[in-house]
Structure formats: structure tokens, C-alpha cells
């Protein structure tokens, strides 16, 4: 497979820290040989916290501030963010028209993000959160087709979005993978924008030990330090 050289990256997610766990290595590593990563967050993550003292609202400022901080260690640009409620979201054309709407705004060449087909894994006892599939699967039909033809959502078209072809999509599948990105040198940096979650960690250094652990099993499959996975499409 042809190596991957982006320009323009965009991460879309549905939760503050989603990006950071699945493919902020690779972006981490992308930034500094010189490309531009702007993070899309779909969700308000007004519902991820065992904290009972919390209100919804108060939750929403503290994981925008988070991935606001995490974004920053990793040289990301800028982090947009929608406001559907944690747990909430749906896989429907508001959804994808904010997709489209910041793909046409800053024209990525490559899209990363969940891979919708992840529902379970038995073996590992995980069910994959119903906002991630929601996410990967809007992103998939933003990008092909509503962000490239002009005839889809007429209405970003007249505020003068032109419609745009994405050339490479990645996706993080636990299970599969057809592409790796060795990320040996910016692993720390991965990490500590990671750690920028506060809020999402009991345990923080055994979470942040976990993905160390994760990104070396796949690091050992390119016979480097540590690496990331993805399902690549590169767009006809």
C-alpha cells in the first residue's frame, strides 16, 4: 500500500477523548512532519462521568476545556465542536450535514474515524458505545457522497461551501486493519494528551499504561516501537 503523506487531516468523533485514544499518535506524528489536524466532536459528553455531584452542563465545559488542552498538546489547530447529547446521537441528516459542512470548509485530504461495523467483541467482554457507531457511519456517508456533490444540502452551497472530494478515509477497528503508522517517536506526546481527560479516568495511569501497551502490540506487527491501526480506504 501506497504510503500516506496528508496535508489536511480531520478527526471526527462523537466524545471528547475518543480521538485521542484511537489515532492521536498518527496525527501527533502527521503534525510534526508538517500537516494540519482539526479535531470535529459530536457530542456534547454531558453523560461520561460517575461523579454524582456533576450536572450535565458543568460536564460539557470541563471535556470541551479537556479537548481543548489535549488538542493543543498534539499540535491540532483548531477542535469544533456540535452539541447532540452523550449517548444520544443518531446517525441523520443534521448530523451529517455538519460533517459535510466542516469537511467543505477546510477540504481534509484524509478523514479519520470510527469504524461502524465495530458492534461487539465477545471475546473482550466490549460493546462498542452506540455514539461511536453513530459517528463512523455519519462520517462514512459525508464524505461519500454529501461532501462531494454539489447537489446534496444546497444550503452550504449557497454559503459558498464547495463541495469536496476526500481522498483517504481511516477508520479504528479494534479487530482489523489494513494500514499501521509507526508512532514511536510521539507516543509521550500521545499520552500526555490523553492524561489531558481528567475527568474520564478512575485509574488514569493503568488506562494510559493500557493503550502504551496496546500501541507496542501493534508496533511489533511493523517491527517498530509502537504504532496505530486503521482500516484505510483510499476513495475512487
Known amino acids: 500500500m501506497q504510503a500516506l503523506q496528508p496535508k489536511v487531516i ?48 458543568q460536564l460539557r465545559e470541563i471535556r470541551r476545556q479537556e479537548q481543548r488542552a489535549a488538542a493543543k498538546i498534539l499540535g491540532v489547530s483548531e477542535v469544533f465542536f456540535c452539541d447532540y447529547n452523550d449517548g444520544e446521537l443518531d446517525c441523520c441528516k443534521p448530523v451529517k450535514n455538519d460533517i459535510a459542512k466542516i469537511i467543505r470548509q477546510i477540504k481534509p485530504d484524509v478523514v479519520m474515524t470510527m469504524d461502524p461495523t465495530m458492534v461487539y467483541d465477545a471475546p473482550r467482554g466490549f460493546i462498542n458505545h452506540p455514539d461511536h457507531r453513530a459517528a463512523g457511519q455519519a462520517t462514512l456517508d459525508a464524505v461519500y457522497p454529501l461532501a462531494r456533490d454539489h ?20 477508520l479504528v477497528n479494534f479487530d482489523h486493519s489494513n494500514f499501521a503508522v509507526d508512532i514511536s517517536e510521539v507516543i509521550e506526546t500521545k499520552l500526555r494528551a490523553l492524561g489531558a481527560h481528567e475527568s474520564q479516568f478512575a ?19 511493523l517491527k517498530v516501537a509502537y504504532a496505530e491501526e486503521f482500516v484505510r480506504i483510499d476513495i475512487q
Open 10 to 57: 480531520l478527526g471526527v468523533a462523537a466524545h471528547p477523548d475518543d480521538l485521542d485514544f484511537g489515532m492521536s499518535g498518527s496525527i501527533a506524528r502527521w503534525v510534526n512532519e508538517g500537516a494540519t489536524a482539526y479535531y470535529l466532536i459530536l457530542t456534547n459528553g454531558n453523560k461520561g462521568s460517575e461523579d454524582r455531584t456533576l450536572k450535565p452542563k
Open 203 to 221: 485509574h488514569k495511569q493503568q488506562t494510559l499504561d493500557l493503550v502504551r501497551d496496546i500501541n507496542k502490540q501493534s508496533g511489533s506487527k
Open 151 to 170: 447537489l446534496a444540502f444546497p444550503e452550504l452551497l449557497k454559503k459558498g461551501l464547495e463541495p469536496h472530494k476526500v481522498g483517504t478515509v481511516l
